[in-house]
Nanobody, 123 residues
């Protein structure tokens, strides 16, 4: 199982980015997918997740600005990030877990992880 995260970059405050997480080796249909982020010197934080029933959940810090979605035909999950703030600067990681029907914020240890993609929000 491989996860490939992409779409990061350097943008000014207020701008948007869309991150992608492409899965290979498994059928996305049965997996829950989450996005995490880690800023320099800080712990990794959960950002958002989507389960196999397409139930979505967000941390309070991104609710209303970020949208997670999945395209099972493309085996890809997206994180649309709007109205970005400097505090969103971090390395973003996607993770997958075969407990696809679970209430995904409560999955304690996602089984598969991708490499990170850097998001920098700065003027």
């Amino acid at each position: 199982v491989q996860l490939q995260a992409s779409g990061g970059g350097l943008v000014p405050p207020g701008d948007s980015l869309r991150l992608s997480c492409a899965l290979s080796g498994v059928n996305l249909d049965y997996y829950a997918i989450a996005w995490f982020r880690q800023a320099p010197g800080k712990e990794r934080d959960w950002v958002s997740c989507i389960n196999s029933a397409e139930n979505t959940h967000y941390s309070d810090s991104v609710k209303g600005r970020f949208t997670i979605s999945r395209d099972n035909a493309r085996n890809t999950v997206y994180l649309q990030m709007n109205n970005l703030r400097p505090e969103d600067t971090a390395v973003y990681y996607c993770a997958a877990d075969p407990r696809g029907g679970s209430y995904c914020p409560y999955i304690p240890d996602y089984e598969y992880w991708g490499q990170g993609t850097q998001v920098t929000v700065s003027s």
